[in-house]
C-alpha cells in the first residue's frame, strides 16, 4: 500500500469538479443531461481576447517570463484595481497566478502555518477549508444561514476570533449563494478585522456578475487601515468566459507578493506567457464592455426564469440570489439530504446538481445558471418531475 503524506489524507477531493466532469462524461456517451453543476459560462472567450493572445503566440512570446507576471498585465490589474475598486495598488503589489484558485492556495502557503486559524462563512466555496488545511492551518468554519441572506453578521465573527486566528476569507458576490454584502455590512466587518488586527482575503472573482442595480464593495477601498490589512483574489474565469485559460492574480502588500512569488517561483513559474496578453486584452480593450454588459443581461434573465421556476415548486426555497450565477436552494421539504437529492436527481432524470454537504450545507443544492435559457427550462422540469415522484 502507498503511504501518503498525511496531508493529502486530510482532504477530499473537489466535488464541483467531479460532479461537472461526470456530467461532461454523460453527454460525451450521447445522453441528453442537463447541467446545473459547473461554475463555468457556456459563452466562448470573445474574440478580441482570443485575438490578442493569438497575435502574442504569432510574436513569440512563447519563452518563458517573469515568475510574478508580464509587467503589461500587472500594470493592467493595478490599474482595474485603482478605478473599478478604488485600491490605490501599483504592479508591484500584483502577482499572476494559473487561475484564482492558485491564488488562494498560493497566499495560504505564504500567510498561514501550523496553529493559524482562518475563518470561513458557511456555505463556503468548497475550496477554502481545504487549501487551509494543505497550508497546515485550521478552518474556523461560521454556519449562517438564509435568514441572514447567507451572510456572517460582526457579532458571528467577533465571537469565532481567537488568539490564533489570522486570516478571515470574504466572498461577495459569493459561490455557492449568490449573496452580496453591502457597503455597511462590509464597514461593520471592516471595524472587527481592524479591532482584532486580522487579515482579510477577499475573494472577488464574481464582482462582475450583479443584479438589480447592487453595487460591489472591494473591502480594502473602506480605509488606510483595512487596506493595510487586505489581500484581493480575483481571476477572468468567471467574468471574460476565460475558464481553461487559467489566469488569476491575487494583490496585495508587497513583501506578501514577494513572498508568493517566491513560492510560485518554486511551483509554477509565470503562467502561460501568451495567454497573459489575451488578459490584458480582457481588461484594457473597449470591445470588454459590451461583451460584459451582454453577459450581465443573459444572466440576469436566466436568474428571473429559474427562480420563477423554483418558486413554483412548493417544497424548494431560496432568497434571491443579487451576485454570481448560482442559486442555493433548500431541499429539506423533500425529505431528501443534499447527497441523496443530486445522486437520484442525475440518476434518474439526468440533471447536474451540487450538493450542499459540499459546501457545509446538507439542507441545500447548488443550482449554477450558467447554461443557456432551454437547458434550464428543460431542467426545471425534470426537477419538477422528480420531486413530484418523491
Ligand atoms: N469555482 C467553480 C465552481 O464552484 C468551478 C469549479 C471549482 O473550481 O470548484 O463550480
Not at 153 to 178: C, D, H, M, W, Y
Not at 306 to 316: D, G, H, K
Request: aromatic content about 8%; hydrophobic content about 40%; overall charge negative.
Amino acid at each position: 500500500m502507498i503511504q501518503l503524506a498525511s496531508r493529502v489524507t486530510q482532504i477530499t477531493p473537489s466535488l464541483t469538479l467531479a460532479i461537472t466532469a461526470r456530467a461532461k462524461e454523460m453527454k460525451a456517451e450521447g445522453m441528453d443531461v442537463c447541467g446545473f453543476a459547473s461554475g463555468e459560462p457556456d459563452f466562448d472567450t470573445p474574440q478580441h481576447i482570443k485575438d490578442a493572445a493569438e497575435s502574442a503566440l504569432d510574436q513569440g512570446k512563447t519563452k518563458y517570463g517573469a515568475v510574478a507576471g508580464e509587467s503589461g498585465l500587472r500594470e493592467a490589474i493595478a490599474r482595474k484595481l485603482n478605478n473599478d475598486n478604488q485600491l490605490n495598488y501599483s504592479a508591484d503589489n500584483v502577482i499572476v497566478t494559473n487561475g484564482g484558485k492558485h491564488s488562494l492556495s498560493n497566499l495560504m502557503l505564504a500567510l498561514i502555518e501550523s496553529g493559524d486559524e482562518v475563518i470561513i462563512p458557511a456555505p463556503y466555496w468548497l475550496s477554502y477549508p481545504e487549501m487551509v488545511k494543505l497550508a497546515g492551518g485550521t478552518p474556523i468554519i461560521v454556519k449562517t444561514t438564509a435568514e441572514t441572506d447567507y451572510k456572517i453578521t460582526p457579532e458571528q465573527l467577533r465571537q469565532a476570533i481567537t488568539p490564533k486566528t489570522k486570516l478571515f476569507v470574504l466572498n461577495s458576490p459569493s459561490n455557492p449563494t449568490g449573496t452580496v454584502y453591502n457597503r455597511a455590512e462590509i464597514e461593520a466587518l471592516a471595524e472587527v478585522i481592524i479591532e482584532h488586527d486580522l487579515w482579510v482575503v477577499s475573494d472577488e472573482i464574481y464582482e462582475k456578475i450583479l443584479y438589480d442595480g447592487v453595487e460591489h464593495i472591494s473591502i480594502g477601498s473602506l480605509g488606510e487601515e483595512i487596506f493595510k490589512r487586505t489581500i484581493i483574489s480575483s481571476g477572468f474565469a468567471k467574468s471574460y468566459s476565460m475558464t481553461g485559460w487559467r489566469i488569476g492574480y491575487l494583490a496585495g502588500p508587497e513583501p506578501l507578493i514577494k513572498a508568493v512569488s517566491t513560492i510560485q517561483s518554486h511551483s509554477t513559474s509565470n503562467v502561460c506567457t501568451f495567454a497573459q496578453y489575451g488578459a490584458i486584452a480582457a481588461l484594457e480593450s473597449p470591445e470588454s464592455l459590451p461583451y460584459l454588459q451582454k453577459m450581465r443581461d443573459a444572466f440576469s434573465k436566466r436568474r428571473q426564469v429559474i427562480l420563477e421556476r423554483i418558486r413554483a415548486i412548493p417544497q424548494l426555497s431560496c432568497p434571491t440570489p443579487m451576485g454570481a450565477f448560482y442559486v442555493f436552494i433548500d431541499i429539506s421539504k423533500t425529505g431528501l439530504n443534499s447527497r441523496e437529492f443530486c445522486d437520484q436527481l442525475l440518476d434518474k432524470e439526468q440533471v447536474a446538481a451540487i450538493p450542499g454537504a459540499a459546501f457545509d450545507d446538507d439542507h441545500c443544492i447548488r443550482l449554477s445558471y450558467a447554461t443557456d435559457l432551454d437547458s434550464i427550462e428543460k431542467g426545471m422540469d425534470r426537477i419538477k418531475k422528480f420531486i413530484d415522484q418523491l
